[in-house]
């Protein structure tokens, strides 16, 4: 079954680092996604992205957020200068419309000390 | 009002019991419905989408009602490896203010004990 991968598993930083987090979607997959989910709460939307660009956006995703498709297969989330509240595990999603359900990565752990 | 809310349980049942799951959503423009279930500390994992005629796959059955902005999900002849939190989820499509965008409820902790 095709799935999603993300790496690295875990990553801790120190607080005011930059990180980036990578993800493969599915290969035929046209739409990509970040989703957080903070120890304890609920999966929280981050981000959007759709034929190189970003379609949609929530509050979290502010100016310290950026993504890239940087060569057709990659996916990544990066995070300028972290904060300890961006502790979290970050979930990549793919799907192939937008109708339908999405497959999750099994998410990167970030620890920010 | 939460966009998606789910009564959090936890629901501890004995193996062989049937449990039901409720979830309202408030947004009347939501168009895709789905039930997720998660492990400890593991993504989630699409469980079965809900279509308005009612779905079912083997021990699952979804509703739902639109009239009343309400989602079911109901599990028959409960197994240990049941034992997850089910997250009731929400697609707003285009047409609508977001896209392709899924709201998660906080999810159901459901544990099945022998």
């Known amino acids: 079954e095709p799935e999603v991968t993300q790496t690295p598993s875990h990553q801790v930083t120190q607080m005011g680092q930059e990180v980036i987090l990578r993800c493969v979607p599915i290969s035929n997959h046209l739409y990509f996604y970040w989703y957080r989910q903070i120890l304890g709460q609920k999966v929280e939307f981050l981000v959007s992205f759709y034929n190189n660009e970003i379609s949609e956006k929530s509050e979290i995703f502010d100016d310290q957020f950026s993504v890239e498709r940087p060569d057709g297969s990659n996916f990544t989330l990066k995070i300028r200068s972290t904060k300890l509240e961006d502790s979290a595990m970050y979930f990549c999603a793919s799907s192939e419309t937008l109708h339908g359900g999405y497959t999750f990565g099994s998410g990167t752990r970030l620890t920010v000390v | 009002r939460k966009e998606v809310e789910q009564d959090p349980g936890p629901f501890n049942v004995p193996e062989g019991a049937t449990v039901a799951f409720n979830c309202t959503y408030s947004?009347?423009?939501?168009?895709?419905f789905f039930w997720y279930r998660q492990d400890c500390r593991k993504e989630p994992k699409l469980l079965m989408s809900v279509y308005s005629s009612g779905n079912e796959d083997g021990r699952f059955t979804a509703q739902l009602n639109r009239a009343s902005q309400y989602i079911s999900l109901l599990i028959r002849d409960s197994k240990l490896s049941d034992s997850a939190t089910y997250l009731c989820v929400v697609n707003l499509t285009p047409g609508g203010t977001s896209y392709g965008k899924l709201t998660f409820g906080q999810g159901t902790i459901l544990t099945v004990h022998p």
């Open positions: 947004n009347s423009a939501s168009q895709s």
